[in-house]
């Protein structure tokens, strides 16, 4: 697998230290993404590993969104969006006509680039997924409740207010929720698309050390223009670029070999602020 | 006269004229609204609400009237909100703005906004009374209101749902959710004061509606005692008094201004029930 000069499958040694061994847990097969007629992601090929944290970097529109959507078919609400390629997770292939959207949704999480808190309050964002994939029980739904808001740390700060309206929390607090509200459903792999960076510098900080402590707990695919927050929280980092019209991935390694020693030019010059 | 003066003059002139118009515009309503009163205090009282018409409307009261009016609203209403509301999620939810067959249902619906009413009579009267039998009915009339009601309540219902942020939908297809529970949890609740104002439009349409009535429902001033049985509604009756019935004029005030204060009743209620399944549904 690895001739193909667009797989970046790493071998053991690239991929971690010899004390952990790598296990993909999504593999992307040669994935291409058009809307319409217009190409968005050409030909990518990847490894996400389990509990590692991979950061998705490149300048705009370099498809790095299209791909993480990919991920849990959130393209298939986007009109004229088609795929080419596969995208195994677990070996499954999520689209395999008999792949239940739902299941694959609750099991891999996304946060997205806003908060976006739904218009009821802070007890019920979390109770209604809940709710929906059949867990009911009110004393089992309070517990997760309260366990997954202590996760995010909102739990000190709105424990008193579980009934308020969750669009009266402040943008860093509406994320965590949006997180914990993902966690509550115990997916195993969590994406997110520019968590951050409609958040202040302080939220932003409280958002980002959330993430690392997710960390092993769960895989998480992470969609960021900030490369020193990618730098710091990342274990895997995967460069694109737009080539053509259309995005491309360029590299994909261990986050410290992307920022220290990277093998392509244009990673190097992008990494280093030459670029894009 | 310097530059600065010469500007503010302008501008209060021209303050001076808006403030003109809004008065003139207010000024209409409160006339018309004092003209009712004036004209139809005096006749108004318990016994003109609860008593049934006598002498074609000069003595007695409205009762029966008012009841045929209430079940000719309810038939439209239960008839045309489950049809209009569902073409509306169809055609805000289900399928692409753009295809051809929501441009096809959206046209054919704004055909149907702009018919006259006698024409829905008309037709009301061909379809519901003579080819369905159903005659002069509250029913017939209620089914005639229904389909003029259509357009409005499905163009006001879809611009409703329309307006909920599509975030709503994208987060909740993220977790999971399915179309429905998306629908019913998230998207009618936001909607909701939109539908209700649509709702509102529609039975002050209703409940002022004269013409379509006409040929549908009938003037029987009885008290129904089935859908199958003609009536009488309120609007017709004032058109009634006060083109057919010498000496009429008082009643029909008095008729006009229960129609009036029925209509604000409506409108405070339905805003009320908004705002409250909105906090209802944040609350719980």
Redesign the interface.
């Known amino acids: 697998m690895n001739d193909d000069p667009n797989a970046f499958t790493l071998g053991p040694l690239e991929a971690g230290p010899p004390c952990c061994e790598p296990q993909p847990v999504i593999q992307v097969r040669n994935l291409s993404l058009r809307y319409n007629t217009q190409a968005a992601l050409d030909n990518v090929s990847l490894d996400i590993f389990k509990g590692c944290i991979t950061a998705l970097i490149g300048p705009s529109g370099c498809g790095k969104t299209s791909f993480l959507s990919a991920i ?1 078919r ?1 393209t298939d ?1 986007i ?1 004229g969006c088609s795929i080419d390629g596969r995208i195994l997770v677990d070996s499954q292939n999520i689209h395999h006509p008999q792949c239940d ?6 099991r891999i ?2 946060v ?1 680039q ?1 908060p ?1 808190p ?4 802070i007890r ?1 964002n979390i109770a ?2 809940l709710n ?2 059949g867990i009911t029980q009110k004393t089992e739904v309070a517990a997760i409740t309260e366990t997954v808001l202590r996760d995010v740390g909102l739990w000190n700060e709105v424990c008193d207010r579980l ?1 308020v ?1 969750a669009l009266s929390l402040s943008g860093g607090q509406q994320q965590r929720l ?1 997180i914990a ?2 966690l509550a ?1 115990n997916p195993e792999i969590l994406l997110m698309d520019e968590p951050c960076s409609a958040l202040d510098p302080m939220a932003s900080g409280i958002v980002e050390d959330l993430i690392c402590s997710l960390q092993g707990r769960y895989t998480i695919v992470i969609v960021t223009h900030n490369l020193a927050q990618a730098r710091r929280i990342a274990n895997y980092a995967a460069f694109f670029w737009v080539r053509g019209h259309a995005g491309h991935l360029v590299e994909f390694g261990r986050c410290r070999h992307i920022f220290e020693s990277p093998r392509d030019e244009l990673t190097a010059a992008y990494v280093n602020g030459a670029r894009g | 006269m310097s530059l600065r003066v010469k500007q503010k003059l302008r501008d209060g002139v021209i303050q001076g004229l808006i403030y003109l118009t809004v008065l003139l515009v207010s000024l209409i309503f409160f006339w018309l609204l004092f003209d009712l009163v004036h004209g139809g205090a005096a006749h108004l009282s318990w016994e003109f609400l609860t008593e049934s018409p006598t002498d074609a409307g000069r003595a007695g009261g409205i009762a029966s009237i008012l009841v045929s009016t209430v079940l000719i609203l309810l038939v439209a209403m239960v008839a045309s909100v489950p049809l209009a509301w569902s073409t509306a999620v169809l055609l805000a939810e289900l399928v ?1 703005a753009e295809s051809t067959f929501g441009r096809i249902v959206r046209f054919s619906l704004y055909v149907l906004a702009g018919v006259p009413s006698i024409v829905f009579g008309l037709f009301g009267h061909a379809f519901f009374s003579i080819y369905l039998e159903l005659g002069f009915s509250i029913l017939s009339g209620g089914l005639t209101l229904a389909c003029m009601l259509l357009p409005i309540l499905t163009s006001t219902a879809e611009a409703g749902l329309r307006a909920v942020p599509d ?12 179309r429905t ?1 998306a629908l019913t ?2 998207i009618l ?2 909607a909701a004061p939109t539908l209700a104002a649509g709702l509102l439009i529609g039975i002050g349409r209703a409940l002022a509606e004269t013409a379509a009535l006409l040929f549908t429902s009938g003037y029987v001033d009885r008290m129904p005692g089935s859908l199958l049985d003609s009536g009488r509604a309120l609007a017709l009756h004032i058109f009634d008094l006060s083109m057919n019935v010498p000496g009429g004029d008082s009643p029909a005030y008095a008729s006009s201004l229960v129609l009036v204060s029925l209509l604000l009743c409506i409108n405070i209620l339905s805003m009320k029930l908004a705002y409250g399944l909105q906090r209802k ?4």
């Not at chain 1, 959207?101 to 609750?106: C, F, I, K, M, T």
């Not at chain 2, 549904?281 to 719980?284: A, H, N």
């Open positions: 849990n959130m609400l009109p959207v739902q299941a694959l949704r609750r999480g996304m997205f806003k976006t739904f218009p009821l309050s019920r209604l997924p929906e994939h009934d309206s949006c509200r993902a459903l | 692409p975030t709503y939908r994208l987060s909740a297809a993220a977790l999971g959710l399915s529970a949890h998230l609740p936001a549904k944040i609350m719980t």
